[in-house]
């Protein structure tokens, strides 16, 4: 699923938000000490770069650091990678989630840390 996906999905589910603050969502891989932390686990499907190998996960970790300031949110989310178990150099690959499923970690990460009414 295309990045550009998440960040439309994540902006309807903060259009419902009724406290008048503004939310974006970025994708980074590192981690921000000091920001609230919340940790989600759910399924993808994984395509290896070398043999084209597919495989389906369940254990697919999404870690989203938030910071709320004047007003202004950010949201920094990463999505963990997993090797293809045939190939021993092939690069770590990307996970591939259901528009379901980014839409249900989003709402769980909302309603979790009170983003929503």
Known sequence: MALSQW?????????????????????????????QQYIRTTSAWF???????????????????????????????????????MCYDAPMGEPSIDPENIDIVLENLMEKNKMLP
């Not at 994540?10 to 974006?24: N, P, V, Y």
């Not at 369940?58 to 999505?79: D, P, S």
């Open 7 to 35: 960040a439309a999905i994540f902006e309807e589910k903060t259009c419902a938000l009724t406290q008048g603050d503004s939310w974006i969502l970025q994708f980074d891989d590192s981690l921000v000490a000091g920001w």
């Open 47 to 85: 395509t290896c770069m070398d043999c084209g190998r597919g495989w389906p996960s369940n254990l697919v970790r999404v870690v989203f650091h938030m910071r709320l300031y004047c007003g202004q949110g950010v949201v920094k989310a990463r999505r963990f990678r997993q090797n293809c178990k």
